[in-house]
Structure formats: C-alpha cells, structure tokens
C-alpha cells in the first residue's frame, strides 16, 4: 500500500502579461512573514499580555519585518553553503550568488534571523528578549506553510517506507529502495517527512506557544517563548531526522545513513548536531526566566 503524489503544480500562478512564475515556495516565505508581521503588531496593542508597556511600538514592526526578511535570505543560504555543501561552494563561489536555483537552511535562516533582530533592537534600544518571544511566537506559521511547500516542490523527502502513508514522489529514483515494499516502476514509497514537520514545528508547536502566551501569561517572562520556541524546534527536527532522507553529501559506502557525525553503527545527522545547540539555549532561557 502506498500513496500516489498528488499532482501539484510547483507553480501558484503565472502573472499576467509577464510570464513570471510565483511558486509556492515562495509564496510561503512571504505568507508566513506577513502573518507574523500582522500578528506582532496586534501583540504590541496588547499591554494586558505583556504586564505592562509592550516592547516596542506598533508602526516599529513594519521595519522589523524589513530586517527580519534580510536575515532570514542572507543566513538561509549562507548556512546551507556552510553547513550543507561548503567544499562545492568553495570551489565554485559564483553559486552562491544563485539563490534562486535553490539551497536554504533553517538552521541559518534561524541565526541570521536572531542577528538581525539583536542588531534591531541594540539600535533602537528595545529589550531584546522580549522581542524574541514576539518572533518566536509568530515562527510556526513560517515552517507550517514552508513545508508544506517542501511536499508540492517536491524535495526534503523521507527515508523509504512500506507503511500504508508512505507517498511515491514523482522526482524519487529507486536508488536505496531494495527490500522495501510498495515500489511502483522500481520507485519506492517514502515518509512525507516534509509533513512530519508541518505538523510538529508548525501546528504542535505552534499551538504550544499561542497557550503559553494566552493561556500562561509567558509575556511576561522575558525569554520563556523564545526559550520554548528553542527546545520545540529542536526536539521536533531531531526526531523527524529519523525520518527524513539524508543529505547526499553525507552518504557514503560506510555511511549510507547519511550520518555528519559518525560512532560506529550510530550518528548524527547534520539537522540533528544543529538542533542541539538550539535545545540546550532553550532550556538556559526557560531556567533564566523562571528565576527571574
């Protein structure tokens, strides 16, 4: 048993007149980064959840936004080029220019996100922490609607499967599907990683963070979201690693699991080693907002 990829195409629209097609990918950067900006700014018209003044003036999120979306280019494809394939891009410097061909990482998109937002606020004098809670609560939309883009790309599958959800991409060749059941012209089912990770770090998680903020009153924390946000995230794409199939650079003869970080049998994934720094800075500002 298995599931036939439903026929999407990677297009949204076509505009007119100029032929230029919009992509869902695309359409997900900007759709998650206009709900998170349209939800900041109701957020800063409500004193009540923050205990007090909120951090920052409505009309100032408008430019957050614009530093926001800097980071987000800027660190996704830096960190793809460094963490993901930086003997290439060392060799071929051009490429990284080429942002529309592909090649972004959370992981980088998330640290630029963070330095751009620490160098916002430092400038305008706003607390930093409490900033970061307001775009850490707004995130999930972001990741929700990414991957979802990442399943009608398609790309960022799963490990083979014979489980009865397992889908056929089109795009998939056979290559590491022997022995596994469900194959369709020598193609084999897959996980839909991409919608594992919809679900955790977009709607679990998010709704995680919606209670904390409307239910537990975590505004007015300074650093419990973002801290949540952390550990979230990472124990989401650490699990759906499991899962997911690995990054090709990393595969080898001796290493068909694709792991960055070997110990015999075991490892782990280049998307496991960068969540757990995340996990671990979670739980020192969760510890760092309780005490305080």
């Not at 048993?1 to 007149?17: C, K, L, T, W, Y």
């Not at 891009?89 to 640290?111: A, C, D, N, R």
């Amino acid at each position: 048993m298995a599931i036939a990829f439903p026929e999407i195409d990677p297009n949204a629209f076509v505009i007119p007149g100029l032929g230029l097609p919009i992509r869902w990918y695309a359409l997900a950067y900007i759709g998650g980064l206009v709900a998170g900006w349209l939800i900041i700014t109701r957020l800063m018209k409500r004193p009540a959840l923050w205990g007090g003044t909120p951090p920052m003036q409505p009309k100032q999120v408008e430019d957050l936004l614009t530093w926001v979306v800097a980071g987000v280019v800027l660190g996704g494809r830096l960190g793809f080029v460094l963490f993901y394939e930086p003997g290439y891009y060392l060799t071929h410097p051009l490429e990284i220019l080429k942002v529309w061909q592909g090649g972004m990482s959370f992981h980088g998109g998330f640290l630029g996100t963070v330095v751009a937002i620490v160098a916002f606020c430092l400038r305008h004098r706003l607390p930093i922490l409490s900033v970061g809670d307001a775009a850490a609560l707004v995130t999930p939309i972001g990741l929700l609607l990414g991957r979802i883009a990442n399943f009608i790309k398609p790309e960022l599958w799963g490990r083979p499967t014979d489980m009865p959800w397992g889908v056929i991409f089109p795009v998939e060749s056979a290559q590491y599907c022997e022995g596994i059941a469900g194959q369709v012209d020598g193609i084999c089912a897959r996980h839909p990683s991409q919608l594992y990770e919809a679900g955790l770090e977009g709607l679990l998680l998010g709704a995680i963070l919606v209670a904390l903020v409307w239910g537990a009153g975590a505004l007015r924390r300074p650093g419990t979201v973002f801290g949540v946000f952390l550990i979230g995230y990472g124990l989401a794409r650490g699990f759906v690693e499991f899962f997911r199939q690995p990054d090709a650079q990393f595969q080898g003869p001796g290493n068909p699991l694709g792991y960055a970080l070997q110990f015999g049998d075991y490892g782990l994934t280049m998307g496991q080693i960068l969540s757990l720094p995340m996990i671990l800075a979670g739980l020192i500002l969760v510890l760092r907002a309780r005490r305080a």
